[in-house]
């Protein structure tokens, strides 16, 4: 059964990503009103999220079709009116029999969940085990949670085409950017100054931590929720795999400022990637030495 819902589900998936690619749809890597269901994911972790929530809700379905079910028939074959009439008081007392003390039911009830609990872990083990292991990253970026702004910070780069020196130790703050302040597109609370950039493709590693107070950085298109804590490292491995802006937003209560503290991470070919990062470490030369293009 859990094979056939699957089935149904890749072909609906299969289905829309073919319509969103010739109708040139824009995929949801943001939050959106009344939102239901995940945001669009583009890295494979998020994908195995999906994949294992519609899992679930397959077995859900059927327990809960299975227990209503179930309560009905006691409501309606054991309510008391039906005590009372005599036509049926021999077809009740047939049903009942044998239902207070039955030992292949008792064993039934007891090892039906528990099967189903396995069904269920083995996949839920495979995802943990893919969510928590590290591969040897290109790039590492330091994350850390501030009252109430995001600070990053490029080091580890390697394999970038030589592009080392223009990438490690580039550091810089990302606020909110203020709703007077916004551009025609942007999204309210969820924009910032300052994007984190990051290549596609590429194992990217995140390591996060915090100043202050517990933080939480967390990209729903990304797969990624780590907790930020004062004194500690926590780490993940990012592996994008289509080019976006994607929006998350810290998830653990910081002060008063919580809901103002927006992520904001641009997806980039690697190409573009280098681009944007020579140029932003030319002009970081070019602030702290304004003859540095005479020195070129």
């Not at 202050?212 to 967390?218: E, F, P, Q, Y």
């Not at 004062?230 to 910081?254: A, M």
């Not at 932003?280 to 030369?285: I, M, P, V, Y």
Request: hydrophobic residues 45%.
């Amino acid at each position: 059964m859990l094979n056939f819902f699957n089935i149904i589900l890749n072909s609906i998936s299969f289905f829309f990503n073919n319509l969103a690619s010739s109708s040139n749809i824009i995929l949801a890597d943001a939050s959106e009103p009344w939102q239901l269901g995940f945001q669009d994911p583009a890295t494979s972790v998020m994908s195995e999220i999906i994949n294992f929530h519609y899992d679930l809700m397959a077995f859900i379905i059927v327990i809960c079709v299975f227990v209503c079910w179930v309560l009905y028939s006691c409501i309606a074959l054991f309510k008391e009116d039906l005590n009372k009439t005599n036509t049926r008081q021999e077809e009740f007392r047939a049903y009942s029999q044998g239902i207070s003390h039955h030992t292949n039911l008792e064993i039934a009830w007891t090892l039906a969940p528990a099967v189903i609990l396995l069904f269920i872990a083995v996949p839920s083990f495979a995802l943990l085990y893919n969510m928590e292991s590290l591969t040897e990253p290109s790039l590492t970026v330091k994350v850390t949670g501030n009252q109430w702004y995001w600070q990053y910070e490029y080091n580890g780069s390697k394999d970038l085409d030589g592009a080392d020196y223009a990438i490690d130790g580039q550091k810089f703050d990302s606020y909110m950017t203020p709703s007077d302040d916004l551009e025609e597109g942007q999204l309210r609370l969820l924009e910032v100054d300052n994007r984190l950039q990051l290549p596609i493709n590429t194992h990217v590693q995140m390591v996060i931590t915090s100043s202050d107070v517990l933080h939480c950085w967390a990209v729903p298109s990304l797969g990624v929720k780590v907790d930020a804590c004062p004194g500690r490292l926590n780490q993940t491995t990012v592996f994008i795999q289509r080019p976006g802006t994607f929006y998350g937003q810290c998830s653990e209560i910081c002060g008063q400022n919580h809901g103002f503290m927006p992520i904001v991470v641009e997806g980039l070919s690697m190409k573009d990637f280098l681009a944007e990062r020579h140029m932003s470490f030319l002009l970081a030369k070019l602030d702290d030495d304004p003859d540095f293009v005479d020195s070129l």
